[in-house]
């Protein structure tokens, strides 16, 4: 799967290989797709894709709105599948071969649906993580030549986040007007034109973050009462959860987050677990974020935490199984189940 080029592999119930196609990544391409697949091998169909979400959102779009039914195949499980493979190598029909297969031994996969709501906010909050970033690259910048203006001045080492705020900046901004540009130069113009940069960047983040929270309170209001979870972490537990129904279970919930316990059972660490590293670590993160303020905040979480503790976790094992313990109470919060809410379920816990 690529950005001009999509190629399918159609299989047998044995995962014979029956025919193969290239098209170009356009939703034309995506109609001849569907027209080969379906005058060959009939209207019974499952398409199994590369779960890439950029690569693959308009793909599963024109299927779905074409009627077929779709699952998605973890990346890993097609890596893993093509290194079982006979054929050696990597090619897009190699890679094809392999995701159908993997679908045929996984019956369980998530099945993709439309969720348009969930998409638009990963979106959003995707756009606001790029501005941050960029914003706070500027801000490294503009340190530095700040440095070099007046090394040890008070007025020229502004704390990271002050810069956040206009009024740093606009003092900023007069107090650079006042030097002599003949004796600071280049780096006091660069230091007005990232100030200038920021300054316009500054209002898009804060127009992004109340229309992020707009959308949440409307789509997810029942995470926004889960304590430690606000509006920027609730959409992005919906952005990357995209669409909750496509869980079976809160234990496959949990291994897609990467927050599912991997056993070590060898030796003296019998009945211990480890770090998982797989899983969608955006995911992760959000738990991770909703676990440390709980602990920070007190509450049900924190004495979760303080119980795993007694019982001789350490610090990071300790944590770790909060979030296993928050992955279930956000799946049955996403799910709007009464009788699993976050309160019940960490109360039991505790």
């Known amino acids: 799967m690529h950005k001009r080029t999509h190629t399918f592999v159609a299989v047998d119930e044995a995962g014979r290989k029956l025919g193969e196609l290239t098209v170009t990544a356009v939703s034309k391409g995506h109609d001849k797709a569907i027209c080969w697949a379906r005058e060959r091998f009939g209207a019974d169909l499952l398409w199994a894709i590369e779960d890439c979400r950029h690569l693959s959102a308009r793909l599963e779009l024109d299927l779905l709105d074409a009627g077929e039914r779709v699952v998605r195949v973890p990346p890993k499980m097609m890596a893993e599948q093509r290194r079982t493979a006979r054929t050696r190598g990597k090619s897009d029909p190699i890679d094809a071969l392999a995701v159908a297969r993997a679908a045929l031994r996984e019956p369980d996969l998530p099945v993709a649906s439309h969720e348009g709501a969930s998409r638009e906010l990963k979106l959003l909050v995707d756009r606001r993580e790029d501005l941050v970033g960029e914003r706070t690259r500027m801000m490294n910048r503009l340190r530095w ?26 003092r900023l901004v007069q ?19 990232i100030l200038a940069d920021i300054d316009r960047i500054s209002p898009v983040i804060s127009d992004l973050e109340r229309e992020i929270g707009g959308l949440v309170r409307i789509q997810a209001p029942q995470l926004l009462e889960l304590p430690g979870c606000g509006e920027l972490t609730a959409a992005k537990i919906v952005g990357e959860t995209a669409g909750v129904d496509r869980f079976a279970t809160e234990a496959k919930y949990a291994m897609h987050a990467g927050v599912a316990p991997i056993p070590v059972w060898s ?24 676990a440390l303020t709980q602990i920070r905040l007190g509450g049900l979480g924190k004495a979760y935490y303080d119980k795993r503790l007694a019982a001789g976790d350490t610090s990071t094992e300790a944590i770790r199984a909060l979030k296993r313990r928050l992955a279930r109470v956000v799946f049955n919060t996403l799910q709007n189940n009464p009788s699993s809410t976050a309160a019940t379920e960490l109360a039991d816990a505790a």
């Open 145 to 170: 030549h700040l440095h070099r203006i007046a090394p040890g001045d008070p007025a020229a080492d502004p704390a990271p986040k002050a810069l956040a705020i206009a009024k740093t900046r606009r």
């Open 175 to 193: 107090w650079l007007a006042d030097l002599d540009d003949d004796q600071d130069g280049v780096d006091a113009r660069l230091a007005r034109d």
């Open 267 to 290: 030796g003296r660490t019998k009945g211990r677990v480890r770090h998982n590293k797989s899983g969608n670590r955006q995911l992760n993160a959000a738990l991770h974020r909703i």
